[in-house]
């Protein structure tokens, strides 16, 4: 089961900042928050990770709790073509391998309208 | 500099029947993971290859077999194929040591 919890779906103007939560009330501190998102009939896409540091990259921020019990991720300028699906997922990077799975919830899904 | 490749795109297979996809993974990954997404749901985690061997395993019976080779590209056995089977079937590779996954866009399975 996934350990996150995300609302089913939310909408954001474009030009505005995209704010999605996620509840990980569970995570241990071995374990990293990942966000990925999937457009329709694509694979998921890789956005972005932290374990306890706010992070920033070209695509979006993520804002993670002091108690790494919630996180933000952050569109700053959301456009039509950021409408997709979002994961938050936690998840272990064993001992420094990429051995861990994915454990993917529902998602949000992401309207970006006009 | 290619990302990661499946094929077939899309495949109609029968009840019973036997199919198997492919991955190659993107120029310096070494590990794949394969997963099953199916309509309106998140991917589900089926089972990892690293150094062609399988490291992790999720919930799937055993008809769901895999195979990983030398040049690191993998393949995904189905037999006795169920029309629960169909599916979005997704590749992500990754590099060893590092935390990054790459997805491919997936084989459409539709069993019939």
């Known amino acids: 089961d996934a350990k996150t919890t995300q609302p089913p779906s939310m909408d954001c103007a474009e030009g505005r900042a995209a704010n999605l939560p996620c509840n990980h009330s569970t995570i241990s501190g071995n374990e990293y928050v990942y966000w990925y998102r999937q457009i329709h009939s694509q694979g998921p896409q890789y956005i972005i990770h932290g374990l306890k540091n706010n992070e920033t990259n070209e695509m979006a921020s993520l804002i993670i709790t002091e108690d790494r019990k919630s996180s933000t991720l952050i569109l700053p300028h959301a456009t039509l073509r950021d409408t997709a699906v979002y994961y938050c997922i936690v998840r272990v990077n064993a001992g420094g391998t990429s051995y861990g799975k994915l454990t993917f919830g529902q998602g949000t899904i992401l309207t970006v309208h006009p | 500099d290619a990302g990661v490749t499946q094929s077939p795109t899309h495949l109609i297979k029968t009840r019973g029947q036997q199919v198997t996809l492919r991955c190659s993974p993107k120029?310096?990954?070494?590990?794949v993971s394969w997963y099953q997404q199916a309509l309106g749901q998140g991917p589900q985690f089926i089972f990892q290859y690293y150094e062609e061997e399988e490291r992790q395993r999720g919930n799937f019976p055993d008809r769901f077999s895999g195979h990983q080779f030398p040049n690191y590209s993998s393949e995904l056995n189905v037999n006795a194929l169920l029309l629960g089977d169909s599916a979005l079937y997704l590749c992500?590779?990754?590099?060893?040591?590092?935390?990054?996954?790459?997805f491919g866009s997936g084989t459409r399975l539709t069993v019939v």
């Open positions: 120029s310096g990954h070494d590990t």
């Open positions: 992500a590779s990754s590099q060893s040591g590092h935390l990054g996954y790459t």
